[in-house]
């Protein structure tokens, strides 16, 4: 399974390194709504971009996503399949 965390944060370093052990997990990068990110490398993956960019990973690459950080960023991604 491809995933995307939310945030560059203290949480998303926790979830990175739970997701990492995982063997049928692949994290293919980060999301965070800070622009200034936005093309730098978190964890040897890339900040893709913002919240909006979302959408269309999840269409091209059935990307999941992991958002464990701010709980404005869980409500419309709650129900990806």
Not at 25 to 32: A, K, P, R, S, W
Not at 34 to 41: C, F, I, P, R, T
């Amino acid at each position: 399974m491809r995933v995307v965390i939310f945030g560059t944060g203290e949480n998303s370093a926790q979830a990175w390194h739970i997701l990492l052990h995982q063997a049928d997990v692949e994290v293919i990068g980060f999301l965070d709504d800070d622009v200034a990110k936005h093309g730098s490398l978190h964890f040897g993956r890339p900040v893709i971009g913002g919240q909006e960019q979302f959408a269309s990973l999840r269409a091209a690459a059935r990307t999941r996503q992991c958002a464990p950080q701010d709980s404005r960023w869980r409500r419309p991604f709650i129900h990806v399949r």
